[in-house]
């Protein structure tokens, strides 16, 4: 006989987002916007410029309080936690213009992320993926290029081994063999399990490593649905035309 305890688990969303309004001010940017990120998979957000991903993401790691709607990560409501305790919970936001801190040195930068008394951990393992950082662990993260900066940042973002990663414009103004190295370490991350939710300028290189995708226009979802679907020229030209890469 097979009890409860026996029974095998299904893994609740990393994250579902339930009809979030949002916005600044009296402006509303975000409006009744829902999607799933499902454990262990990759979703892409794209839409045009302005049309409030940056406000999506933002919303989901607590740096930007809801009007309305429910978020959840891993089954459990956090819509009134703040950013620490979502964290905390596992949740990472890797936010547009590579979010290290540039005053202090690359090691600096990994240890802070690093649990206590593991510190070298972080960096071994920042070293591991991208060997150019190990060179550079004296030297302050603000004078490093800005593809190195955006290396650091994700390695950063995985010290913490996150259930859920939010990564907005990695590849933002970088050289093409530079965002080739910034997706192979996503595609790695996402394939020992880490769910991801990425934002990009590049649509088809994003929908390319993705399960599912979601389409937002002036803050409203507009489409959803496998990333392969969109991959087809039509839908991709219908929605996402003129978008690079
Ligand atoms: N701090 C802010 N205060 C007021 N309005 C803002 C703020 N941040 C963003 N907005 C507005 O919210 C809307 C959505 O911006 P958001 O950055 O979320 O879009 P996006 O889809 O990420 O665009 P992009 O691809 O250009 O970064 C825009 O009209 C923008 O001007």
Known sequence: MTSTLDAPSIAPPALE???VSAGYGQTTVLREVSLVVPAGSVVALLGSNGAGKTTVLRAVSGLLPVRSGTIRIAGRDVTG???PRRFARGLCHVPEGRGVFRGLTVRENL???GAAGREDDAVERAVAAFPILGERLSQQAGTLSGGQQQMLAMAAA???SPDLVL???????LAPIIVDEIFGFLQQRAAEGTALLIVDQFARRALAMA???YILRRGRI???GPAADLLN???FDSYLGGQAG
């Open 233 to 235: 020229a039509e839908l």
């Open 17 to 19: 987002v339930d009809g």
């Open 211 to 213: 399960g599912h995708a």
């Open 111 to 113: 240890v802070l992320q």
């Open 158 to 160: 995985y010290v913490r």
């Open 222 to 224: 507009v489409h959803g």
């Open 167 to 173: 990564v907005d414009e990695a590849s933002l103004g």
């Open 81 to 83: 936690e703040r950013a």
